[in-house]
Structure formats: structure tokens, C-alpha cells
């Protein structure tokens, strides 16, 4: 059964950077796309970053553009979310997902890894 994972998360100071991984456990996956959402204490999940399969075309929420990028592995389902600049308001539990193809939308969804930033 197609998983993804996450890895990457932990605890770090107001400004510094992270890199997120997400890799898919069962071998390659057929997808649409690929992205990240996260979701803090309190409030409901949200968009972060996600990147086209096809053509590579990558969007991002407002919030996160200009300090978030997010890339792929030419070969897997393998992404990367690099995080620079961060802020306490990035700290939240961060999901990778994947729209496979047939699917209407982000259908597979990983367990999360949690970024937390201190001020």
C-alpha cells in the first residue's frame, strides 16, 4: 500500500532553516503532484507549498513565499520542503501529500513531522 513519510522536523530559533523530506515507502507512485500543508495548534490544515509532476510548476502560499522552496528528486516520489527564515508562526505539524493520478485531489497523505520555532 503506497505510504509517504515524512522526516526532517525538530525544534529550532527564530531565523533559522530546515529541510523537510517526504519520500514514498512502496516503490514510485503515479501523481499529479506533490506538496506540503501543516497545521498548528488550533486552526484548520493549510496550504503550504505543492509542485506539479509534470513541467515541475510550483506554487506557494503567501504566507511562506520567498523563504520556503520546495523541489523533487528526478527519479521517486521524493520532495523536499527547504524552510529558511523561519518564524514562530511556522510551527505547526507538516504534511506531505500527493494527488495520484485519477485522483480529484491530494489523496495520500503522510503521518507529519513536527517544526516548531522559538522567538
Known amino acids: 500500500q503506497a505510504q509517504l513519510v515524512e522526516s526532517g522536523g525538530g525544534l529550532v530559533q527564530s531565523g533559522a532553516s530546515l529541510r523537510l523530506s517526504c519520500a514514498a515507502s512502496?516503490?514510485?507512485?503515479?501523481?499529479?503532484?506533490m506538496g506540503w500543508f501543516r497545521q498548528a495548534p488550533g486552526k484548520e490544515r493549510e496550504f503550504v507549498a505543492s509542485m506539479r509532476w509534470s513541467g515541475g510548476t510550483t506554487y506557494y502560499a503567501d504566507s511562506v513565499k520567498g523563504r520556503f522552496s520546495i523541489s523533487r528528486e528526478k527519479v521517486g516520489n521524493t520532495i523536499y520542503l527547504q524552510m529558511n527564515s523561519l518564524k514562530p508562526e511556522d510551527t505547526a505539524v507538516y504534511y506531505c501529500?500527493?494527488?495520484?493520478?485519477?485522483?480529484?485531489?491530494?489523496?495520500?497523505w503522510g503521518q507529519g513531522t513536527q517544526v516548531t520555532v522559538s522567538s
Open positions: 512502496a516503490g514510485t507512485i503515479a501523481v499529479y503532484a
Open positions: 501529500t500527493a494527488q495520484r493520478v485519477g485522483a480529484r485531489q491530494y489523496d495520500l
